[in-house]
Each structure stands twice: as C-alpha cells, then as structure tokens.
C-alpha cells in the first residue's frame, strides 16, 4: 500500500512537474512514463496507475491547450472532429481494461512501449536530418484548413488538411489506447495528423494535446466512478503536472523537440523492457 | 460580432478557469489535510473532480461557440463528444 510521506510527495512533485514539461514540448500527456514509474517505482497496482495517469493527462491537456488555442497554434475544428472516434475509443478501452487482469495489461502496455519508442526514434531523427517540406496540397479547400505563426519561421505557416476518413479511424485506436493504458494516444495522434493529414509537427502537437484532454477524461471517469483513482498521489502529480505544463509552455516555446524525441525513444525502449520483466 | 479570436480567449479562459479551480482545492486540500481537517479529502477530491469536468466544460464552449459563428457541422460534432463525455461519466 502506498503511503504519502513528505519524501514521497516531492518526488511525485517532481514527476508531476517532469511529466508538465513533457506535454508542453512533445504533445503528449506522459502516461508512457508516468504507469511505468507508478508501477514499477511505486508498486501500485496498474489499473490505479492508468486511472492516476488519466486525470494527470487532462491537467497537461487543459493547461497547455489553454495556451496553445489562444497562439493559434491548435486546429479546433481538426480537434473536436478527430474528438469524437477518440472519446468513442476511449470509453470502450476503459471499459475493457477494467475487466483485463493486471498481468494482461502490463505485458500489453510492454508490447506497446516498444513500436512507440520505433516511432520516436524515426521521427526524432528525421526531424533533425530532412528538410522541412510543405505539406502536399489537398485536392480542395476544406473547413478544417489553418494556419498558424511559427516563431522559429518567423512566419505565418498556411496549411491543407487531408484524409480525414482515415484519420478519424486511427484516432479510435489511439482513444482505445488511451483508455486501456492511461497514455493519453498522443503518442500516435502526432505522427498521425502530421503524416497521414499534412498537418505540421508544431500544430499536430498542439492539437493533439488538445484531443487527448478529453479522450483521457472520457477514460477516466470511468475510473473514477469505479473508485480506481488513488486520491492523494493523484492529486500530488497534478499540481506538479501543472506546474511543469505552465513552465514548458513559456520555456520550451521556440525549443526544437527533435533531440527531445531521440532521447525519450531511448528512454520509452529501456521503460518497455523493465515493464515487460515486471510482467513476465 | 462573435469573431474567431472572441471564441479562442473563450475556450481559453474556460480552461485556465478549470485549471485553477483545481489547483486551488488541491492546495487547500493538502493544507487542510497537513492540519488533520477531515475536509482536506473532501477538497482534494473536488479539485480532481473540477479538472476531470475541465473538458466538458471546453467542449460545452465549443458547442455554444461553433452554434454562434453558424459552423453548425462543428457544433454538432462538439455536441456529440459532449454526449459521449456524458455517457462515460453515467457507465
């Protein structure tokens, strides 16, 4: 049983503010390394771990969409179209998570971290390797169009968006994601709106961390009503959640996420074995 | 007029409200906790409720915003997470 000692609440502090500046950088809400270090440092059990990681994930969400909206960085109509398969997948995940035993959903969060850490490591490297191009022009304007202003361009970035049929499937998967594990489905909203939409890497990750406030909240009511929510070590992450999320916002601005990814994919493969060994 | 920028600093101000609610009741819930006030868990639980309800309050601004701008294509979309938010919330 976990008890909350004054060490134990700077440490979880400490994580919180750690997981803030993640989400305020990346576009993600941290879950793929907030259950791992609940679980394995902590020894919570994981269905707690998911449920704490969910509400964690609104708090990053809320306070750097907050931002995020007003820069204009945020495509809102993308957003809360791509919302409505993500919550959908969501409920279901949390659904079904809760009737998978423990062991089942770590050995399934292990075999997930790995093509998740894949991902990093290629888009982190191509982010530092390839030019930036252009998405591809759609075959007309549509509503969910944007643009935003890019402080490292030093310009306004217009851009098209595409295959939103498709897109809209993905993100069910990443809402089943979110609410099976508690990792929010960032981590396969960005490639997905940046890839397969044409959506700029700046504004997928602001408008992923939009989404994944309400796919994470969607899951964790759930498990909130299922008394899964372990209070106080909940509420210790989200005020150093929201601490970290408000100094990334200003901090972490104009940084380049690139190097950031390569050394989160290193991190996500060395999380992925240890949760794996844990399960076996 | 109801214009683009007016909706951003609207879902804006909707979620800093949201955030800071909680964060305000997750601080007096651990300061009323520290002085062993039975009501330090009844806070904390309200804070994580307040941030928990944080989304549906956006998502609420957005089905009012998108109506008031006539992107009724929008504000439906907005209505039906707003439901699906609902329904998890009575599951």
Known sequence: MFELTALNFFILAAFGVFIGLLGSALGIGGGIFMVPFLVLALDLPIHQAVAASLVAIVATSSAVAAVNVERGLANIRLGVTLEVTTALGSILGALVAHRLPAQAVQLLFAFTLFPVSALMFLKGRRGLSAPRRPAPAAAGPSAFDSSFFDPAAGAQTPYAVKNMAPASAVSFFAGSLSGLLGIGGGIVQVPLMNLLCGVPMKAAAATSNFIIGVSAAASAYVYFRKGLVPLELTAVIVVGVLLGSFLGIYALYRARSEKLQLVFAALTLLVAVKMLLKAL | ?91
Do not use: D, H, N
């Open chain 2, 1 to 91: 007029m109801f214009s683009e920028k007016t909706f951003a600093k609207l879902i804006q101000r909707t979620l800093l409200a949201g955030v800071f609610l909680s964060l305000f009741l997750l601080l007096a819930g651990f300061g009323l906790s520290l002085t062993g006030s039975p009501a330090g868990g009844a806070l904390l639980r309200a804070g994580l409720l307040a941030l928990l309800l944080t989304p549906a309050a956006r998502v609420t601004m957005l089905v009012y915003g998108y109506w008031r701008c006539g992107e009724y294509y929008f504000a439906l979309a907005s209505f039906v997470v707003l439901g699906l938010l609902g329904v998890s919330i009575l599951i």
